[in-house]
């Protein structure tokens, strides 16, 4: 995951090849997944100098959104990065 900055989310993270983008909002323990999302809208995202304001025009209601808990680092294991 990549620390952003951001109001409302603090990470983002992208696999291309399922096109699912993970968005990690501040105050909350879970990770919400947004399917099918191009690559040029995770790099939009991560470029864009107001962040939330880009998620709300370009993410957010346009892609089918759900909610996962991400596992938490077990100690002496590498972290898992997206």
């Excluded at 109001?7 to 090849?17: A, K, R």
């Excluded at 990690?24 to 947004?34: D, E, L, Q």
């Excluded at 040029?40 to 880009?54: E, I």
């Amino acid at each position: 995951m990549l620390a952003v900055d951001a109001n409302t989310f603090e990470s983002i993270g992208y696999v291309p090849l399922t096109r699912t983008l993970f968005v990690k909002f501040r105050n909350s323990t879970s990770t919400i997944t947004f399917q099918n999302v191009p690559g040029f809208r995770f790099d939009g995202l991560a470029s864009a100098p107001r962040k939330d304001a880009y998620f709300k025009a370009f993410i957010k209601d346009r892609f089918l959104e759900k909610s996962v808990v991400l596992p938490a680092p077990t100690p002496g294991q590498p972290r898992m990065t997206l």
